[in-house]
């Protein structure tokens, strides 16, 4: 059984900084990309930033300049460093990983992993 434990998340003030990390675990035999979402109470899970497994990363235009996204494949984790953060960041943040798994006909294929969620705070 593989999994995505999340750490990190907690209350800051505005114009603070969090780090949030993720970390894989289970059988697999590699992690293509890995991505962190957000969801705002009623609203939808939106993308936040993704990096691929040769380290290519996008963003959301808001965390652009704030967001840094990061990844250590020796260790199966990722990063998100948020800087600078604002009362329109406060969410539930969710780590997404695309894993190399071997199925029951003995192929490889991707599997999709999703975290737990971690909440971000932001208030004063």
């Known amino acids: 059984q593989v999994q995505l434990v999340e750490s990190g998340g907690g209350l800051v003030q505005p114009g603070g900084s969090l780090r949030l990390s993720c970390a894989a675990s289970?059988?697999?035999?590699?992690?293509?990309?890995m991505g962190w979402y957000r969801q705002a109470p009623g609203k939808e899970r939106e993308v936040v930033a993704t990096?691929?497994?040769?380290?290519?990363?996008n963003y959301r235009d808001s965390a652009k300049g704030r967001f840094t996204i990061s990844r250590d494949n020796g260790k199966k984790t990722v990063y998100l460093q948020m800087n600078n953060l604002k009362p329109e960041d406060m969410a539930v943040y969710y780590c997404?990983?695309?894993?190399?798994?071997?199925?029951?006909?003995?192929?490889?294929?991707?599997?999709?992993?999703w975290g737990q969620g971690t909440l971000v705070t932001v208030s004063s």
């Open positions: 997404n990983a695309n894993l190399v798994v071997l199925g029951t006909t003995g192929r490889f294929g991707d599997l999709e992993v």
């Open positions: 289970g059988e697999f035999f590699g992690i293509n990309r």
């Open positions: 990096i691929t497994s040769g380290g290519t990363t």
